[in-house]
């Protein structure tokens, strides 16, 4: 009788970790996303609170060495060929990119999981054609339609972000097609048809929910990807224009000074760098921590610290 009762006990009692936990246990997890973190609270307060002193000229600092505090806290990284500060020009810049990239991951991600959802859900006919259309943006390299669409209509944030958008759309689309064309022949959503349940419902309530983990792996790695992609079209000049900033413009700027003032290209190539790099971790975790069949691993692990 003793054992009977111990038996629920001890099942309630042994409840898994948060994933804030298992965030914590992760050391290059956490650190990742502590990174990313201090990106985006300086991606946010950056231009209001240092955009007069990222914008200020003084000749008389050009080229301004790093690492020395005679001119003040804000030239600790050194000044670029204008003599403005590059620790500034650095967090200011922070907001446009980490802007373009959010911005092209999440409109890819909408209208590729909504196409997806559809071709997985619908018919044959209807699939073959949303899938043909995904055929036809991937037939063309992401980075010449950038090119090519960015000189019609011109470099600015908003281009950038519907042209990046666009070649990233058949990623959403073709992962979301994969994972509903086996989700829906589950048990739970032939109970949910059987049960009078309606389309939209069974895509919304029953569909979607188990897609989502899946996606929100992939749109974390396309982040790091979209932003690389954004520096070099910034780089190759066809991106964001001054008096805009960027990284990628930054190390575009920086490039003629590479041999006599090798900061105004590697603070920005690093931040760069970084983040990508954190983005890729997180993601690798997010992808065992979102996904209840490969979980156990993590939990093992802190079994295991234990």
Same mark, same amino acid.
């Given at each position: 009788?003793?054992?009977?009762?111990?038996?629920?006990?001890?099942?309630?009692?042994?409840?898994?970790?948060?994933?804030?936990?298992?965030?914590?246990?992760?050391?290059?997890?956490?650190?990742?996303?502590?990174?990313?973190?201090?990106?985006?609270?300086?991606?946010?307060?950056?231009?209001?609170?240092?955009?007069?002193?990222?914008?200020?000229?003084?000749?008389?600092?050009?080229?301004?060495?790093?690492?020395?505090?005679?001119?003040?806290?804000?030239?600790?990284?050194?000044?670029?060929?204008?003599?403005?500060?590059?620790?500034?020009?650095?967090?200011?810049?922070?907001?446009?990119?980490?802007?373009?990239?959010?911005? %092209?991951?999440?409109?890819?991600?909408?209208?590729?999981?909504?196409?997806?959802?559809?071709?997985?859900?619908?018919?044959?006919? /209807?699939?073959?054609?949303?899938?043909?259309?995904?055929?036809?943006?991937?037939?063309?390299?992401?980075?010449?339609?950038?090119?090519?669409?960015?000189?019609?209509?011109?470099?600015?944030?908003?281009?950038?972000?519907?042209?990046?958008?666009?070649?990233?759309?058949?990623?959403?689309?073709? %992962?979301?097609?994969?994972?509903?064309?086996?989700?829906?022949?589950?048990?739970?959503?032939?109970?949910?048809?059987?049960?009078?349940?309606?389309?939209?419902?069974?895509?919304?309530?029953?569909?979607?929910?188990?897609?989502?983990?899946?996606?929100?792996?992939?749109?974390?790695?396309?982040?790091?990807? /979209?932003?690389?992609?954004?520096?070099?079209?910034?780089?190759?000049?066809?991106?964001?224009?001054?008096?805009?900033?960027?990284?990628?413009?930054?190390?575009?700027?920086?490039?003629?000074?590479?041999? %006599?003032?090798?900061?105004?290209?590697?603070?920005?190539?690093?931040?760069?760098?970084? %983040?990508?790099?954190?983005?890729?971790?997180?993601?690798?975790?997010?992808?065992?921590?979102?996904?209840?069949?490969?979980?156990?691993?993590?939990?093992?692990?802190?079994?295991?610290?234990?």
């Amino acid at each position: 009788m003793a054992e009977v009762i111990s038996g629920p006990q001890s099942t309630v009692a042994d409840k898994g970790p948060s994933l804030l936990s298992m965030l914590w246990r992760d050391k290059l997890a956490f650190s990742s996303a502590i990174i990313l973190l201090v990106i985006i609270v300086a991606a946010l307060i950056g231009p209001t609170l240092l955009g007069d002193i990222a914008t200020q000229q003084n000749l008389r600092g050009r080229n301004f060495p790093p690492f020395s505090l005679d001119r003040g806290w804000a030239f600790f990284l050194g000044g670029d060929s204008l003599g403005r500060s590059m620790l500034a020009r650095l967090i200011v810049a922070a907001h446009s990119t980490i802007l373009i990239a959010l911005g %092209t991951v999440a409109v890819a991600l909408t209208i590729g999981a909504t196409l997806g959802l559809v071709a997985g859900y619908a018919g044959k006919h /209807v699939s073959q054609i949303i899938m043909r259309l995904a055929d036809v943006i991937m037939s063309f390299p992401s980075l010449l339609i950038a090119v090519v669409v960015l000189y019609v209509l011109g470099p600015s944030i908003p281009n950038m972000i519907l042209v990046l958008a666009i070649t990233r759309i058949p990623i959403y689309l073709r %992962t979301t097609r994969a994972e509903v064309l086996e989700v829906r022949e589950r048990m739970f959503v032939q109970a949910a048809k059987v049960m009078g349940a309606t389309h939209t419902r069974i895509i919304l309530k029953h569909i979607l929910p188990v897609v989502t983990p899946t996606l929100v792996t992939i749109a974390t790695l396309d982040f790091a990807f /979209v932003m690389l992609a954004e520096s070099s079209l910034s780089f190759l000049g066809i991106g964001v224009q001054p008096p805009g900033i960027t990284w990628g413009l930054m190390v575009s700027q920086g490039r003629p000074y590479l041999n %006599t003032a090798w900061w105004l290209a590697f603070w920005p190539g690093l931040m760069i760098v970084l %983040t990508a790099l954190s983005l890729n971790l997180l993601s690798s975790w997010m992808r065992v921590a979102l996904d209840p069949a490969q979980r156990w691993r993590l939990e093992t692990k802190r079994k295991k610290n234990v």
